[in-house]
């Protein structure tokens, strides 16, 4: 029994070590921190990845992002595919690729044009796919981006996360993106990044920047919306955290601006049947803190902070028409939803009358927007230091 009993311990001992089988070493991987897509004129696919150099990864000071060296590489290869691009990627490196530290994706304008099912699908398989990355477009090719040295951030992918996090435009991740290409009534859409100059110390240097939106018809590309008109997308679709509304105040009213800052925004989207017609009420509430207030208005009088409030309320209003008329009337797709909301609140319509046919619906569709925007912090002084002159 001793015996037995010795056995059968030595048995679980060797059957919990077995743990560590799959176990990759550090120094035999190179962690991906950015992938970057593109389709050549050749039509092959090239995969370019950074790749981050550990040793220029320390802490400030310690040879990282105190000093000059490059932290990361960037390498690239192309293909008859995206796996045939990724296969030669191997080939010329000395360790396995591993992506389960990568940031960011970016897909260039010819490969996206193209449809990116093709990109996204292979993105799901890979078994350390980091599917919480940001997904952006970029004009022309993406790889370029990657080359870039950030002023502030380790590397180029840091810069963009950062952007995203922030919420300077559509922040939509890998698996989100996935899932919208795979959902009705609804087109998805992803921030543009392109590269702006940027003044440091008096020298202008490249850096990658979050500049619009990309606009997809399942899954390609069909167009770019400008940064303006983008604050309209995130508010029809409810997704506007952060941002600022800036409105001019009339010559005959004084003159000057004022400026508020978004506390919370919540968009609420009712679909309404009318026989064999759908129309979208779209009510947007919004909730802000005046910051900037150089017009000799009094925004401690009821009735001057009310008359604001409807500047501000225009200004929302004309942001969602101008992003409502390039969805609707130039690229005809649903990037809002509309579809997606007739689905959930009358399923049996959808199905019946306009699932098949809500391409040619939704640039016909009415949609009523009703901005309400409450300024409910003024600051420490509602009048602004012209007026207590």
């Known amino acids: 029994m001793r015996k037995l009993g010795i056995l059968v311990i030595n048995g679980m001992i060797i059957f919990l070590l077995t743990g560590c089988w799959s176990r990759v070493e550090i120094n035999d991987i190179a962690v991906v921190t950015a992938t970057a897509i593109d389709k050549m ?18 802490p ?26 990724y296969r030669r990627l191997q080939e010329k490196l000395p360790r396995r690729i591993f992506f389960s530290h990568n940031r960011i994706l970016i897909i260039g304008e010819k490969a996206a044009r193209d449809g990116v099912y093709p990109i996204l699908d292979f993105i799901s398989r890979v078994r350390e796919s980091r599917m919480r990355s940001f997904i952006l477009f970029s004009k022309g090719e993406a790889a370029p981006l990657l080359k ?37 009534g609804i087109s998805p ?20 920047a979050i500049i619009g939106t990309a606009v997809f018809r399942k899954d390609k590309l069909a167009g770019w919306i400008n940064d303006k008109d983008t604050r309209g997308v995130l508010w029809l679709r409810n997704e506007m955290e952060k941002g600022n509304i800036t ?16 506390i919370r925004g919540r968009t ?19 909730d802000v803190e005046l910051f900037e207030n150089s017009s000799k208005l009094d925004i401690g009088n009821p009735k001057v902070l009310q008359y ?4 501000m309320e225009k200004d929302v ?36 009358q306009y699932k098949k046919k809500w391409a040619e619906e939704f640039p016909k569709l009415k949609v009523s927007v009703n901005p309400h925007v409450s300024i409910l912090r003024t600051g420490l002084s509602v009048k602004s230091p012209e007026m207590k002159d």
């Not at 039509?43 to 320390?58: D, F, M, Y």
């Not at 859409?189 to 990658?208: F, M």
């Not at 604001?308 to 500047?311: A, G, P, R, Y």
């Open 41 to 58: 004129s050749d039509g092959k696919i090239r995969v370019s990845i950074q790749v981050a150099i550990p040793k220029q990864l320390g």
């Open 60 to 85: 400030v000071g310690a040879g990282g992002t105190g000093s000059e060296k490059e932290t990361t590489i960037l390498i690239s290869e192309a293909g008859q595919s995206v796996m045939d691009a």
């Open 148 to 184: 870039l040295t950030p002023t502030i951030e380790r590397y180029t992918a840091e810069t963009i996360r950062e952007e995203e996090k922030e919420g300077v435009g559509v922040r939509i991740m890998t698996k989100d993106f996935i899932n919208t290409l795979t959902t009705e």
């Open 189 to 208: 859409v992803a921030a543009q990044v392109a590269i702006k100059p940027e003044e440091n110390g008096g020298k202008s240097k490249l850096t990658p």
């Open 247 to 262: 409105v001019t105040i009339p010559k005959e009213k004084g003159g000057g601006k004022i400026s508020v800052q978004l």
């Open 268 to 286: 609420k989207v009712k679909p309404i049947l009318m026989q064999s017609k759908v129309k979208m009420n779209v009510n947007i509430h919004s």
């Open 308 to 311: 604001v409030q409807t500047l």
């Open 317 to 352: 209003e004309e942001r969602c028409r101008l992003a409502l008329y390039k969805a609707q009337k130039q690229y005809h797709t649903d990037i809002f939803g509309f579809g997606n909301a007739v689905y959930r609140t009358h399923p049996r319509a959808w199905k019946e």
